[in-house]
Every structure is written in C-alpha cells, then in structure tokens.
C-alpha cells in the first residue's frame, strides 16, 4: 500500500510569495492531519479533516494560513502571504476512524 | 488543554543495554497513548500503542506501560541496536470524543545508540 505522499520534499521560497503544499491521504482513510515540525516547538497540529470537512483549525497560526480538503484523495496548505518564520517542516497524516495516523515524510520549507 | 511533557530530552546507551523513556499528561481524559519513531529526514512512524484500559503492551523488544493514576506513561527498549537511534516521541489523544484523533505531542527523545 502506497503510505501519505506529500509534495513537494523541499521548498525555498522568498518572504511575500505564496506557498501551496500538497498531501494525498492513504486511500479510505477518513480523518486528514497537517502538523508543523520546528526545533522550538516542537510537533503541533494545525489542522485536521474528517470526511473532507475541517473539524478543528485552532492550531493554525494566522490567517496567512488556510487548508482544504476538495476531495477524499487531495488536501493543500497555503501560506499567503510566507514569513521566515514560517520555515518548518509540514507533516501530513492520516488514519481511518479510531486506528493510528500515518504520516508522510514531510516537505522541508525554507522562506528567505 | 492537554500537555505532555517528555523525559529526558537525549539519552545515549550502550548496544544491547536497555533505554527508557517517560511521558506524563495533564488530562484525565486522555485514552490513547501512541509512540513515534522519527529517523533523520522521515515523518514520524508509529512503533506501539496503548488505550487507556491496558496497563501495559509488549512487541518483541518494545513494551508501553501506562499508570492511569499518575497520568504517566513510559516506553522500554530492551536490547537496544544501532538502528534504534531516533527521535521518540509520545503522545495523548482523547478516541472517541468530539475531540477524535487530536494527538498533543511530547517534546521528543533523541536516542543514540553507541555499537
């Protein structure tokens, strides 16, 4: 079974452009995670899907961030406009009901 | 809200010596406990867990034991490998409720086995 995929690995951007990071969950799972990872703070979670539909964004820093979730298959995270403080890495996960969360292996972001 | 707080923060040992690692939680209500191994350049991947009615769970060298009391619970490595090197991290999450599958995070293990 093919696991979370998430694109792209790496990203370098410059501050004020617009970041868009792309998951595809496992296929038939129903709840849908993007966490952030940094030295400082740790694994946070953003935000979380179930059935497509947001359920909790109390984790999403501002309104420079948002998420969706348009089909079972595809989930993005923008940054709009990106900070150097933003520099992270992103992780998808997903599970199925009450089973675990698998997650990706993340996209690397770096705003100059 | 809940908070996990993760014990100690490095931990170097020995090849084949044992490795113990503590998590406690602040919410009562906490009922599922996950351990991640995370390698350099890789998303966390689950290793054990544990719900909230077993006080403890074993896979070959890996076993959970979970103090409901206390509100604390701790991952043992027995006969610890090179390739056990890793981020640990613990976790707590409420199954089943309005809440379902929010995990809190520890702040993570980094250990180092020496050969």
């Known amino acids: 079974d093919a696991g979370v995929i998430q694109s792209p690995r790496h990203e370098v951007t410059e501050m004020g452009q617009e970041v868009t990071l792309r998951c595809k969950p496992i296929?038939?799972?129903?709840?849908l995670f993007w966490y952030r990872q940094t030295m400082m703070r740790g694994l946070e979670l953003l935000i979380y899907?179930?059935?497509?539909?947001?359920?909790?964004d109390s984790g999403m820093p501002e309104d420079r961030f948002s998420a969706k979730m348009p089909n079972a298959s595809f989930s993005t995270l923008k940054i709009q406009p990106s900070e150097p403080r933003d520099s992270a890495v992103y992780f998808c996960?997903?599970?199925?009901?009450?089973?675990?969360?698998?997650f990706g292996d993340g996209t690397r972001l770096s705003i100059l | 809200g809940e908070n996990v707080e993760q014990h100690p923060s490095t931990l170097s040992v020995q090849e084949g010596d044992s490795a113990v690692i503590k998590c406690t939680y602040s919410?009562?209500?906490?009922?599922?406990f996950p351990w991640y191994k995370q390698e350099l350049g890789k998303g966390p991947q689950l290793i054990i867990d544990i719900r909230s009615n077993v006080g403890e769970k074993k896979d070959q060298r890996i076993a959970v034991t979970l103090n409901k009391t206390a509100k604390h619970f701790s991952l043992h490595i027995t006969e610890t490998q090179p390739e056990d090197s890793a981020v640990y991290f613990c976790a707590a999450s409420r199954k089943g409720s309005s809440n379902t599958g929010k995990l809190i995070f520890g702040q993570g293990t980094t250990l180092q086995v020496k050969p």
């Open positions: 899907f179930n059935n497509n539909v947001p359920i909790d």
């Open positions: 296929s038939g799972h129903d709840y």
């Open positions: 919410d009562s209500a906490s009922n599922y």
């Open positions: 996960a997903s599970s199925f009901l009450n089973q675990p969360q698998h």
